[in-house]
């Protein structure tokens, strides 16, 4: 299996395969590594990366343009991109990808990706958990290492994957999520300002890129996000944000 990183820190990534049981499945031909430095495709002058918000909003995104270029190199592979508001990545979903034989993981920065981007490549969008990280790489390593261990021979005994954590976690979620959501109703009413509303997941970001727009014209930015009314986006990212966590995270709700 092969494991490509779109990154701006492929050196971040590197190490980790230098050492234990990753380094043996490397060393054995278990398993491939490539890192794609996204800045290598910036077509400006400095190697810009970054773009700013449309709608307002602090922060800055990955420009779709460069990552657009970067993408090209893997489009043979499963695509996921790694986001706070993507589905929670589950042991599950590491056995059913270890199925594939070509896996690459879009590694964001900043405050992430524009939409447009994810709709047009993305096959899947995973986060590993309820906190933010200050990049993906972190979680594409995560995922990778659980995904890798399920390949034949990686761990050395097929036998060591069962009875682990998370096997039988299915059987169990159903009374954890009731469970989780006692606690929560609990939570809210003591208090106030811990509202079901904060439980929802961010809505789509959006940015200005002439090269992206002129590239793809028929996958334009919403035009309610360029018009400046303040409480038109408000409501518009209010509809988007429910929408994408029922869509991602039901759980959540």
Known sequence: MKFSFLTLFPQVIVPYFESSIMARAIKNGIIEIET??????????????DSKLISGGAGMLLEP????????????????????????????DSKRLAKYSHISLVCGRYEGFD???????????????DFILSGGELAALCMADSIARNLDSVLGNMESLQGESFEYYNLESKKSRKDSKKIESKNIESNPHLTPQKKLLEAPNFTKCKNFDEKFENFKVISAFLKGNHATITDLKLQMSKMKTQYFRPDLI
Do not use: H
């Open 115 to 129: 939409e447009r981007i994810i709709e047009m490549f993305g096959d899947e969008i995973f986060s590993v958990g």
């Open 36 to 49: 794609i430095n996204i800045r290598d495709f910036a077509t400006n002058r400095y190697k810009k990366v």
């Open 65 to 92: 343009y460069t990552l657009y270029l970067a993408l090209q190199k893997v489009l043979d592979s499963r695509i996921i991109f790694l986001s706070p508001v993507g589905a929670k990545f589950s042991n599950l």
